[in-house]
């Protein structure tokens, strides 16, 4: 199985702050990289798709870009409801695999 | 709208068995492969196993191969997951997704999401 490492696990910024969040693969996966917000209670919601892909409905201020096993999910400009957990996904092979998540405290 | 919902999770004691169901609506449930994903009080997301719409058939996490089957009813827009021989390490709070499928039994991202249904194993 292909085994994700997300970098850092937690992080405090504050509103309007700059955030970029690390995904890297233990194998390559081409840009077969997806991003998913989790805020507390409930499901995930995907945000960007097959590594830069900006799902629809989801705002501009998020963005995604990588390729081969290093991957990053930025936030321009951190808002009050982008307090969550973030997760990477790789959908390289089967199984599809989860980083660990990366948890975006308010500062 | 799209909506899935999930129903069947319980307390059930080591050894047991339980099923899980997903209703869909709002698409055409036949066209999407399926996926159930969990995720432990506090941790992470965990695939656990998928269903193809393109008759690629059923795939399984190895942590659930043998014990948990999963099968869906497109006349009824209902996924199910059949969970055997329950260990307390399957606790989790289950998911079902819609699964982007660009070939037979390539599961590649989840979108949308249920709102999960409970499963506790203990005795």
Redesign the interface.
Known sequence: DIQMTQSPSSLSASVGDRVTITCRASHTISSYLNWYQQKAGKAPNLLIYAASNLQSGVPSRFSGSGSGTDFTLTISSLQPEDFATYYCQQSYSTPPTFGQGTKVHIK | EVQLLESGGGLVQPGGSLRLSCAASGFTFSNYAMSWVRQAQGK????VS?FSGSGAGP?Y??SVKGRFTVSRDNSKNTLYLQMNSLRAEDTALY?CART?EPSN????????????TLVIVSS
């Open positions: 992470g997301l965990e695939w998928g795939h996490a190895d998911y982007y039994g390539w599961f590649n991202w989840f979108d949308p999401w249920g709102q999960g």
